[in-house]
């Protein structure tokens, strides 16, 4: 299909970065997320046609369903238009549409603290190189080896709930291994946030 020269979508408003953060933050998400940050179906459908969103097909329980992430297009927009970064590595729709019910449950205050695993390992990195700069050698590579080693990793997303405290949010699938879970435990400990899984 020949790509338009002239986008759809020319001008962009609040609802539109309430999506595209959303989409950025937790990978996939569904219509009905979409409508909740105010974009009606033809707005999507002209972000869809402009490469800005993509549609995706899945199955649940049988069922052939549909939902939404952004493009590489559509993440460079986000970059652009709204200093989003750190995007969230999209993973299945299912894991993700998880996190997206976790996230559009929250108020609209912690939706906007809600940081990606991506930022959270790039923090934790960046923390590890201050500890160095500290002096405090044998910390750092205590740390930098349980990355390593995969004995940490991180949650899906942290967000401030209402009280200003951290939480970590996993999504639990049946691949998880104890280890992978334990991993996951030990991070939170060490950042010593709250920590909340839900298990799909």
């Known amino acids: 299909m020949a790509r338009r020269s002239k986008p759809l979508v ?11 953060s959303a989409m950025h933050r937790v990978g996939h998400v569904s219509s009905d997320h979409l409508q909740t940050c105010g974009l009606a179906d033809r707005r999507i459908q002209n972000l869809i046609r402009d490469g800005l969103v993509e549609k995706v097909a899945y199955k649940r329980k049988g069922k052939s369903e549909y939902c939404f992430k952004l ?31 976790k996230y559009f449950s929250l108020s609209e205050e912690s939706r906007e603290s809600w940081k990606t695993e991506t930022l959270i390992h790039k923090e934790f990195e960046d923390r590890i190189s201050n500890i160095r700069k500290e002096g405090n050698e044998v910390e750092a590579k205590l740390y930098q080896d349980m990355l390593k080693e995969k004995l940490i990793s991180m949650p899906d997303g942290i967000y401030l709930n209402s009280a200003g405290i951290e939480v970590g949010v996993e999504i639990l699938t049946n691949s998880y291994g104890v280890e992978e879970m334990r991993s996951k435990e030990t991070f939170v400990g060490i950042i010593g946030c709250q920590y909340e899984t839900i298990r799909v």
Do not use: C, M, V
């Open 71 to 101: 493009s590489k297009l559509g993440r460079e927009t986000a970059a652009r238009l709204w200093a989003l970064s750190y995007a969230y590595h999209a993973q299945s729709p299912i894991h993700d549409l998880a996190i997206a019910e």
């Open 10 to 20: 020319t001008q962009f408003f609040n609802r539109d970065r309430l999506a595209f």
